[in-house]
Nanobody, 123 residues
Framework: QVQLVESGGGLVQAGNSLRLSCVASGRTFSSSPMGWFRQAPGKEREFVAAITSTSSSTNYADSVKGRFTISRDNPKNTVYLQMNSLKPEDTAVYYC????????????????WGQGTQVTVSS
């Protein structure tokens, strides 16, 4: 069974940075695409970023392109989301997710989810 645990969220002022981490249990991490999603109050969960198992390819939502960077460290079973130039509209609960198939920009493409970490950006 795969378990994902996110950390690194918090309260920051606009323009500052945060780095989220997600540690996965199990032996499938290094062969699995990973993704980050977020959900703001009253809104649906939305795609943020995704990365292939070998880090050969990444995808980003237009709203975060150029500000966020997804990366992974397979020996550490960890995926990261570096968030720079944060804006109040980035406020949300951020979730990491693991896919047993290919890389996906849809939540339906992911099979395992973490519990989420809150990111709040003040203006």
């Amino acid at each position: 069974q795969v378990q994902l645990v996110e950390s690194g969220g918090g309260l920051v002022q606009a323009g500052n940075s945060l780095r989220l981490s997600c540690v996965a249990s199990g032996r499938t991490f290094s062969s699995s695409p990973m993704g980050w999603f977020r959900q703001a109050p009253g809104k649906e969960r939305e795609f943020v970023a995704a990365i292939t198992s070998t880090s050969s390819s990444t995808n980003y939502a237009d709203s975060v392109k150029g500000r966020f960077t997804i990366s992974r460290d397979n020996p550490k079973n960890t995926v990261y989301l570096q968030m720079n130039s944060l804006k109040p509209e980035d406020t949300a609960v951020y979730y990491c997710a693991q896919s047993t198939g290919g890389i996906s920009l849809s939540a339906r493409g992911y099979d395992y989810w973490g519990q989420g970490t809150q990111v709040t950006v003040s203006s």
